[in-house]
């Protein structure tokens, strides 16, 4: 088993979809395909047909410029899925800055050009 699928983030399992996943992070240790900051994607525009944002947003003190990113990195008709907690304690990964309400989802995706956008609250 990979480090990939060890150290995941989120509660859903992405190999039961059958995709081509590429991971990125900045940890080697969990064996990303693509060893970087997810503001400076090592790929050209309209890669990916979508890209998984899982439990990232909390811990980036301006997520602004890796929203952007997300878009540029996405095909013309591709999905951003987000998850994030928001009823959840202060956690550290190396720091936690902010549980965004879905006013705030709205108004900064529609500002950097993402349309269609669904927000759906997970109660466990």
Request: net charge negative; charged share 25%.
């Amino acid at each position: 088993m990979s480090g990939k699928k060890i150290n995941k983030r989120g509660c859903f399992d992405i190999s039961d979809y059958g995709l081509d996943v590429k991971y990125a992070n900045l940890n080697k240790s969990t064996e990303p395909d693509l060893y970087c900051d997810i503001i400076s994607i090592p790929v050209n525009g309209n890669s990916f047909d979508g890209v998984i944002l899982s439990e990232v947003i909390e811990h980036l003190p301006d997520p602004i410029p890796v929203l952007k990113e997300a878009l540029w990195v996405l095909k013309p008709g591709g999905k951003l899925l987000i998850t994030t907690p928001f009823m959840f304690q202060i956690h550290s990964d190396p720091k936690d800055y902010a549980r965004h309400t879905d006013t705030w989802y709205n108004k900064n995706l529609v500002d950097i050009s993402f349309m269609d956008i669904f927000i759906e609250k997970q109660v466990f």
